[in-house]
């Protein structure tokens, strides 16, 4: 039988929500919401915007991961004399970001700063 209580209702619009404004799956949308959960409490009606501000994507398996993508995009140390990009410290650098700028949690990353 379906829960039909107004907390589950409420679940299902959120999550209903989240699919259209970021452009995810139904399952992709309950993990988003389950990651917020874990992050910041509970998502509400009114946090859909910052869930949207905050959202940085799911594709990774790890801070490191998601730091690598991040200089690769925003082509932080693009043109750098290739001594300074081989030691370049992947993982100094996420550990850094997740301290005040970013959170991981199962995959999914999200800004701290919405």
Same mark, same amino acid.
């Given at each position: 039988m379906t829960d039909l209580s107004p907390e589950n @209702? #409420? !679940?299902v619009i959120l999550r209903e929500e989240i699919e259209d404004r970021l452009?995810? #799956?139904?399952t992709d949308a309950a993990k988003i919401m389950e990651a917020w959960s874990a992050c910041f &409490?509970?998502? =509400?009606?009114? &946090?859909?915007? #910052?869930?949207?501000? @905050?959202?940085? !994507?799911? @594709?990774w398996l790890s801070e490191r991961e998601f730091a690598e993508d991040f200089v690769d995009? =925003? !082509?932080?140390?693009? &043109?750098?004399?290739? /001594? /300074?990009?081989?030691y370049f410290d992947y993982e100094s650098f996420a550990r850094d970001l997740?301290?005040?700028?970013?959170?991981?949690?199962? !995959?999914?990353?999200?800004?701290?700063?919405?």
């Open positions: @209702a #409420a !679940g452009c995810v #799956a139904s &409490g509970e998502p =509400t009606e009114d &946090g859909i915007d #910052a869930i949207e501000d @905050a959202y940085q !994507g799911s @594709a995009s =925003t !082509g932080l140390i693009n &043109g750098e004399n290739e /001594l /300074l990009v081989r997740f301290i005040d700028d970013f959170v991981f949690h199962n !995959g999914i990353v999200f800004s701290r700063h919405w």
